[in-house]
């Protein structure tokens, strides 16, 4: 069983940045695949961002490359997404979760594969 902790979401002006982490706790954390996902209230859950769980490979949502950067430190179990440049239509509820498999050989973008979900942090961006 994993368990996920969001935070640092707030409000933000356009062109700004913001540090968002995920604190992972139970077992083997640092070996699951965490992914950044975000949802708007009416649409559909949008693919941000994931890394792999060996720290190697990440993916991107296209509406976020190059503004947003995922990383991981596993002394301290936590996922951060590092989100610059930051627009309007980047206001949603930012979630981390943990992959299904321990050690998936690959990385998706697919909500499905993702069990373990935190409660989410807001992020708004407005002037």
């Known amino acids: 069983q994993v368990q996920l902790v969001e935070s640092g979401g707030g409000l933000v002006q356009p062109g700004g940045s913001l540090k968002l982490s995920c604190v992972g706790s139970?077992?083997?954390?640092?070996?699951?695949?965490v992914g950044w996902f975000r949802q708007v209230p009416g649409k559909e859950r949008e693919f941000v961002a994931a890394?792999?769980?060996?720290?190697?490979?990440?993916i991107y949502g296209d509406s976020v490359k190059g503004r947003f950067t995922i990383s991981k430190d596993n002394a301290k179990n936590t996922v951060y997404l590092q989100m610059n440049s930051l627009k309007p239509e980047d206001t949603a509820l930012y979630s981390c979760?943990?992959?299904?498999?321990?050690?998936?050989?690959?990385?998706?973008?697919?909500?499905?594969?993702?069990?373990?979900w935190g409660q989410g942090t807001q992020v708004t961006v407005s002037s």
């Open positions: 890394i792999k769980w060996n720290g190697v490979y990440t």
């Open positions: 979760a943990a992959d299904r498999v321990y050690r998936r050989s690959f990385i998706t973008s697919d909500s499905a594969a993702y069990v373990y």
């Open positions: 139970g077992q083997s954390f640092s070996s699951y695949t």
